[in-house]
């Protein structure tokens, strides 16, 4: 339990944070002096919530207005959200009234929710981003969604993403093209873009997201904010469009450690309706966020913090580089014990990743074909039916993955592609597992860079795959990992923000979140607020 | 600052085609340097690849064909997109064309990550309750029946 909590922030008050990186170049456009002694460590907005409604200070209607005169404001410049539900204040006003009965109050009553377009919310179009589903509303809501509900949360609305999670840049949405809300003109990271962007333009308290290769974690580092990803199945997939099924996870968003944590416990646990849910019990992660005030002086003592070599090498940009080594040096200070780790099998993970997730997704994908469900293109005969809806439903991307994934799947093809892939995953798993024996945790840059520009990698596939060397063996080895903002580099009006990725043993959330919880609230001038936020109320 | 990707290639030293997981060399690319490596790698993964073909006669990897995997992913695609497509699908195989060099003999492959195991349910079935909101999403329905065209048989 919290036993402190600070009163809300007033974010239009607050002047931008900067990270003070030795050694590498600091933004030229921003001037201002940090007084760090003024600057509070990030508030859990969800306790925050909580403890406003319960207090009386506000309602849960006066809260959801403020969110969506937000989303009205930024909207235009952002472009985060496919759909925003028409029963936010609806669902706003039967919390209220909950209150005012005394009746008690889930852990997540009043929170505001953003929910990637390819979980299914029912009643809501969910389409993945993808013209073949562009007014579907699927008759059930994802089990992720339902448990949501049941504690009380309010979904506001479903976010942008890659068409069906297939992307790292947001850019590959048949429907717009979501902005980084830190420079309009770079990416937000992608898949789950539009949920990173709306977190860090405070458009929502939390959301979900969808990590099949990085894709709630290369976001959050490019957003900065931070992106959970659960261990394969801690989470049930009922209800997430499949992409590749041995690699997708639904994750969370947060502004905070604690509140990525929190909505992590709300969603978690065994499902019947998802036959790789896993039965292992789900712990209590709110113990795992002491205020910073009961901190010990050395509060990661002897924890053993493994720093993978491969990723600093050649290849990673140099802020990017510094960024992480002095997060590394943060660990110390904290009391880790830092050494360095190899994971020879490192680099095969990103071919084995795109052989296994097209191969899977050639698969998962069959189902779109016009009749049972989505657009569909009318023929004379049924397989010109399939093929001129698909034809025209899908974008280039995932026409090109699921080409590839039917060729490596073609009779003849397997033992050399995808039983190969699935022997690598092998070896890196091995890998991770030695790794996780001599360590607590192990860590590593989210990304290669800070965020790039629109249409910077749209045409050249290889290049933008390259971007995901850092978190699809993660996938492949079915680990949890979170992404916390670290750091600043140079670029976009104040900078843009770059996230340290912590991975843990399976199962192991608990020590992440307590790592990166103690890690983020004492980090000196630690408010990863974006500048968009500054004109807006 | 300009961004590098980063691509890692493994490659085998030219009379073996075994290489043990501490012997790999990793060469670092930038993406503008790729164009004539990549027409050399390539030819090297196909000669390669065809060693570790899985049917014992006449089966070697062939090149993708763009227009027959899209008639087998039912996929219909314009000369346009054809062309497109098989540019960049080409230079995606033959990235993944590295996996070939890899030494996994005796290795099991991994089907998916560690799994509790023994997830199965009852084999009875159970009426939805929604029923009407799933007919709400079929696009052609009668009575109670899906509507669809007529199958054709090609031969």
């Not at chain 1, 069906?164 to 809300?181: D, I, Y």
Request: hydrophobic share 35%; glycine share 8%.
């Amino acid at each position: 339990m919290l036993s402190t909590l600070q009163p809300p922030r007033s974010l239009s008050l607050l002047p931008l944070r900067r990270f003070q990186i030795s050694k590498t170049i600091v933004s030229a456009a921003s001037s201002k002096t940090i007084d760090t002694s003024v600057i509070s460590p990030p508030q859990s907005q969800i306790l925050t919530t909580r403890r406003s409604l319960l207090s009386g200070e506000t309602t849960a209607v006066e809260i959801a207005k403020s969110y969506l005169s937000r989303i009205r404001l930024t909207e235009p410049q952002l472009k985060c959200f496919l759909h925003v539900s028409e029963n936010v204040l609806k669902d706003a006003q039967e919390i209220d009234q909950r209150i005012a009965k005394g009746e008690e109050l889930g852990p997540l009553a009043g929170v505001l929710i953003g929910v990637k377009d390819n979980i299914c919310t029912q009643g809501m179009p969910s389409t993945a981003a993808s013209r073949i589903l562009e007014h579907y509303r699927p008759p059930f809501d994802a089990t992720a969604v339902k448990k949501i509900k049941e504690l009380g949360g309010i979904v506001v609305g479903k976010t942008n993403m890659d068409e069906f999670g297939m992307g790292s840049t947001t850019e590959a949405s048949a429907f717009q093209v979501t902005a980084n809300p830190w420079d309009l003109s770079r990416v937000p990271g992608g898949s789950s873009g539009g949920s990173a962007a709306a977190v860090a333009a405070r458009q929502c308290m939390v959301s979900l997201g969808s990590d099949t290769g990085g894709s709630v974690r290369q976001p959050a580092s490019f957003c900065g904010v931070v992106g959970l990803k659960p261990t394969y199945g801690r989470v049930s997939r009922f209800g997430l469009m499949a992409y590749a099924s041995s690699l997708d996870v639904i994750g969370c968003f947060g502004s905070t450690v604690a509140d990525a944590g929190m909505l992590l416990h709300a969603i978690s646990g065994y499902d019947r309706f998802d036959s790789t849910s896993s039965k292992q019990d789900v712990p209590e992660f709110q113990s795992q966020f002491p205020s910073v005030d009961h901190f010990e002086s050395k509060p990661l003592n002897g924890v053993k913090v493994g720093i993978i070599r491969e990723t600093l090498e050649d290849g990673v940009d140099s802020g990017v580089r510094s960024a992480t080594q002095e997060a590394a040096s943060h660990l110390e200070a904290l009391g880790c014990i830092l050494t360095e780790v190899s994971l020879p099998s490192f680099s095969l993970g990103l071919p084995a990743y795109y052989v296994i997730a097209s191969s899977e997704s050639s698969s998962n994908l069959s189902r779109y074909d016009g009749v049972r469900y989505g657009n569909q293109v009318m023929a004379e005969e049924l397989n010109k039916l399939y093929e001129c809806s698909r034809g025209e439903g899908f974008g280039g991307e995932v026409k090109m993955r699921i080409l590839m994934g039917t060729y490596a799947l073609s009779a003849g093809y397997y033992n050399a592609y995808y039983k190969r892939a699935q022997q690598v995953r092998t070896l890196i798993r091995k890998d991770f597992k030695a790794a996780l024996e001599q360590n607590d945790i192990l860590i590593s840059p989210a990304a290669p860079s800070a965020a790039y520009k629109i249409g910077e990698k749209k045409d050249d596939p290889l290049a933008m795959y390259a971007g995901d060397i850092m978190t699809v063996n993660v996938n492949l080895a079915g680990l949890p990992a979170m992404v916390l903002p670290c750091g600043l580099v140079e670029g976009g009006p104040s900078g843009l923000p770059v996230g340290l990725q912590m991975i843990g043993a399976a199962f192991d959330e608990e020590k992440l979140l307590k790592v990166g919880h103690i890690f983020e609230q004492t980090l000196k001038g630690s408010s990863f607020v974006p500048p968009l936020l500054a004109n807006v109320a | 600052m300009a961004t590098r990707a980063l691509l890692a290639v493994i490659y085998a030293s030219p009379n073996r085609c075994y290489i043990s997981p501490s012997r790999i060399k990793i060469q670092s690319l930038t993406c503008s340097s790729s164009s004539h490596y990549y027409q050399r790698q390539s030819r090297k993964n196909h000669r390669i690849a065809r060693s570790y073909s899985s049917d014992s006669d006449s089966s070697v990897l062939q090149p993708p064909d763009v227009a027959r995997l899209a008639q087998t992913a039912r996929i219909s695609l314009t000369p346009a997109e054809i062309e497109e497509c098989e540019t960049k699908i080409r230079r995606v195989i033959d990235w993944f064309g590295q996996l070939q060099q890899v030494d996994v003999n005796s290795v099991e492959p991994a089907i998916r990550a560690e799994m509790d195991g023994g997830n199965l349910r009852e084999d009875a079935p159970e009426t939805f309750d929604n029923r009407d909101s799933i007919r709400a999403s079929i696009p052609s329905f009668e009575d109670a029946y899906l509507k669809v065209p007529k199958i054709l048989n090609k031969e």
